[in-house]
Nanobody, 124 residues
């Protein structure tokens, strides 16, 4: 079983940038597809981005295309989410997720393991 710990959240002004990190332990991260999701108060958890095991395939939510970049370093067992041009509507708790199945998806149900989340707040 893999454990996931997110970091890098915080308070930033609109237009600013943050880089989130998610470090895996317990199992090699390279056997998992990895995803980032967000959840704002009172809303369902939503898809942000996903990356395949070797980092070849990427997928983004339409709302973050061109602003966010997902990347991974399997040697460091870490997946990153670079967030640029942040907007107040990006404010949420951001969760890292992992799944060992062959394909990767954009639904929370497609991921088996989850971190505790890190808060991102974008002020206007």
């Amino acid at each position: 079983q893999v454990q996931l710990v997110e970091s890098g959240g915080g308070l930033v002004q609109a237009g600013g940038s943050l880089r989130l990190s998610c470090t895996a332990s317990g199992r090699p991260m390279g056997i998992y597809n990895m995803g980032w999701f967000l959840q704002a108060p009172g809303k369902e958890r939503g898809f942000v981005a996903a990356i395949s095991r070797a980092g070849i395939r990427l997928r983004y939510a339409d709302s973050v295309k061109g602003r966010f970049t997902i990347a991974r370093d399997n040697v460091k067992n870490t997946v990153y989410l670079e967030m640029n041009s942040l907007k107040p509507e990006d404010t949420a708790v951001y969760y890292c997720a992992a799944d060992p199945r062959l394909d990767f998806g954009s639904s929370p149900a497609d991921y088996e393991y989850w971190g505790q989340g890190t808060q991102v707040t974008v002020s206007s």
